[in-house]
């Protein structure tokens, strides 16, 4: 009997605990779903899913990704496993390739539930659809850089399920359709999104003039110098842009970077808040509170969550907050490139006539150059966070043998001598040995000079900018350059090279190709826009030809767009030690490649335009194949 | 035990016999040939040069690409089926047929491909002087008037191996130099230094050839790979 009871007590559970209130007992709303009306009637929870797409924003070169920045020769790498960027021969054709839709479709999708929001004031509605336009925009710009014309979807498709997805399949757009899109979304939205130079991580006016400047600058670049490559265009345009489109582009492009340098788009100018031009340049990079030059930037903070380590994985590695560091180091040639004050191109004077020069101090050799050398490389014989670096390679004796070791700081005995003494520096260079300068150099452009910032528990929060008032004036230089007005270009040349300290200002009749170039090589150089300068002007399978380069030919023709970039070369200082002699104690640099560098990178044709994925084709049969691939 | 035996035997038979029924043939004709020019075969870069087989009347259609080898031979393993083949525009050292080749593949094909060059390296001769690798030859014009292009420069590469190109830095060129006078392409040389490396072991011979750059074509041509005694 008793076994039933339970049986019973069960069943009676059972009937009694239904209800007729069950549909309401179950029908909850999901605590961690927000459905789309609960979002766009509150605009701060509409910014949210805008901060997302915000947080998607693509950027070619990244803090969080240190070799992004530091790419093509520019810098040495100076971690074990990357040594194998600089023995192989080039890059795969798939390189750089993007190709998401699934961002735009999002994008898509906010803008038009946002269109359809009733609860939003006007205002932020107008501005939240600006500012997704902004992203949108941006977004095909990027892939117009690296892919060519794409197809454009400017709103969200939905696959019917009737088993035929070909209404889905859109051809590619011509590659200037691409920019003129890119260009005329800035054109719309310039004025509806907010005039304020303080502002940095939300679109502005600002943001859309530079995005307009730099994509018509880019468009024109290729339709001018396309013409010297017609291997790298498609029949359909899919690829290159006509050459009778330039001008037009070039108009856009000064039009645009004067807009922003009038004023007009609020008080944006050159960084100027530090007497040493040096430090100045430097902080440009990390001073968030009072920058007018940054328009446009990726912000970090400490404390809240988004941090990168771009300092831990670049600091000086003697001294370094964790046991590593030193990871990009700028090569002899981006070094030596930049000019003496008086505006003149020279070599680090390391050798005369075949012998030595002997200085007094180490960092003699890179003294009287534009200020931007120490504001974006850490020089032998400078500091960082107030230590200095110890950057030299070894003991020179009177015989000409040099003495060094195989770790950082060895001690040895010198013949002749009966103490054991410090014979390399604690950073290096050591050949091989992974996070040393074994440049001779490190980089300072975007290290972080706050405590902990090379902390892996703390890190660091310094912006990266993605556009800058310095950009605008090369842009705007440039693009007067090529539209006859050399003095128009000189006085914006002029202006970034004063902030660097050049004494002799250019006049219209310097100002050609070369220097427009290389003003932008140095200025811009780590900031992720190199890249798509030898793209555009279509020098990239000229200064990367895959021919490795002589000793005898790296300190020639600096200042050269068209000199080879295939291998990053060294320079490293040495003490001199002979005891008796005027030169004892002094230091000298001798030029070299290392030994990890066995290859020269070679940019193919086919490299112009990341191949478009066989999957991608597969799946639209109507996208064109990218030219030589 | 009995039964278990029963299932053991059925199993391995299921094994050896499954294979046969749901996998594709393998592939089993050989495809291969040179490119040629007038019955010469015309050496490029190793993996450089390639051209793409294409297989029509599927409905994803995905090219094969087929590497020419660095002697002008080209070999690629097929299915029996109809192809049709053509050259990615700006590929090589020449001007392709302009016409897509179409050919039916039932067992093995040998098939020369017929190009032209824009220059053909003539007459080439090394040899061994102290230490150093010399070398001469002529360079002749094939494609003239208005598709005509100019030689960018002429090479000499040398490399410890057979493998020996102008483009795949360490492993494809122990050393090259350029010729310094193109003024007579009838009579171009060359002398490069063979380096010594300590960390390898000496070797009593060498490879080399020449290669040419041609003005706005991206491949070189080359001769044929010389080992050099000594």
Partial sequence: MKKYIFTILLALFLALGCSKNDEEFLDRPPSSILTQEQIFTDPSAVLS????????????????????????????????????????????????????????????????????????????????????????????????????????????ETYDFSGDASYLQHPRETEAAIYDFVISEAEAIKDILPTDADSKSRATKGAALAMETRAALYAASIAKYGATTPQVSLPGNEVGIPASMAEGYYTKALTAAQAIISGSAGAYALYNSKPNLSENFEALFYDKANNPEAIFVEDYKVGGGKTHYFTGWNQPRFGAEEEEGGRINPSLQFVQSFELLDGTYAPLANEVGGNPVYYDNIGDIFQGRDARLAGTVILPGTTFKS??????????????????????????????????????????????????????????????????????????????????????????????????????AAGYLNQVRARAGITTPLTGGDVDFDRIAHERYVELAFEGLHFFDLKRWRLAHIVLDGNP????????????????????????????????????????????????????????????????????????????RNPNQ | MKAKFYIFIFSALLLVTSCSLDNFDEPNAMFSGNIVYNGEAIPVARNQVRFQLWQPGYALTAPIDVAIAQDGSYSSRLFTGEYKLSFVPGQGPFRTPTDTIFFELTGDKAMDIEVTP?????????????????????????????????????????????????????????????????????????????????????????????????????????????????
């Fill in chain 1, 549 to 624: 380069i002589s000793e005898a030919e790296v300190t020639q023709n600096i200042g050269e767009a068209t000199k080879r970039e295939t291998q990053p070369y060294s320079i490293w200082p040495y003490k001199y030690h002979n005891p008796g002699d005027p030169n004892d104690g002094k230091y000298l640099y001798k030029i070299l490649r290392l030994s990890r560098i066995t290859g020269a990178d070679r940019f193919q044709f086919g490299n112009y335009y990341s191949e478009i994925g066989q999957d991608l084709i597969n799946n639209n049969p109507k996208l064109v």
């Fill in chain 2, 118 to 230: 824009y220059h053909m390296i003539r007459n080439s001769q090394f040899s061994y002087t102290a230490g150093s690798v010399n070398a001469s030859c002529a360079v002749e014009q094939i494609i003239t008037g208005a598709d005509a292009k100019t030689v960018e420069r002429v090479t000499l590469i040398i490399n410890r191996t057979l493998f020996v190109d102008a483009n795949s830095g360490g492993e494809g060129s122990l050393a090259q130099v350029d010729a310094a006078d193109l003024s007579d392409l009838d009579n171009i040389n060359m002398s490069v230094e063979i380096p010594s490396d300590p960390k390898k072991p000496d070797q009593n011979y060498i490879f080399a050839r020449i290669g040419v750059k041609i003005a706005g074509i991206e491949d070189m041509i080359y001769t044929q790979v010389q080992k050099i005694e000594f």
């Fill in chain 1, 387 to 488: 230590k200095p670096v110890d950057i030299w390679a070894g003991i020179v004796l009177a015989d000409g043998s040099i003495v060094s070791g195989d770790s950082r700081g060895q001690e040895k005995t010198l013949p002749g001598g009966t103490e054991q003494v410090q014979v390399v520096g604690f950073d290096g260079p050591i050949d091989g040995l992974e996070f040393t300068a074994q440049s001779g150099f490190y980089i300072r452009k975007y290290q972080d000079p706050n405590t902990g910032s090379g902390r892996r528990g703390t890190q660091s929060d310094v912006w990266f900018i993605r556009y800058r008032f310095g950009e605008v004036l090369l842009n705007a230089a440039e693009a007067a350059f090529e539209l006859g007005q050399p003095d128009v």
């Fill in chain 1, 49 to 156: 899913v805008l901060g997302d797409l915000y947080n998607r924003y693509e950027d070619f070169g990244r803090l969080d990704d240190w070799a992004s920045l530091a790419d093509f020769n520019i810098a040495y790498w100076s971690e074990a496993g990357r040594y194998p960027a600089f023995q192989n021969d080039g890059w795969g054709f798939g390189s750089w390739g993007i190709w998401n839709y699934g961002y735009i479709r999002e994008i898509n999708l906010f803008l038009e539930r946002c269109e359809e929001a009733t609860e939003l004031e006007a205002s932020l509605k107008t501005r939240f659809l600006a500012e997704a336009r902004f992203l949108r925009a941006s977004y095909y710009f990027e892939m117009v850089k690296r892919m060519g014309g794409v197809p454009l979807i400017l709103e969200s």
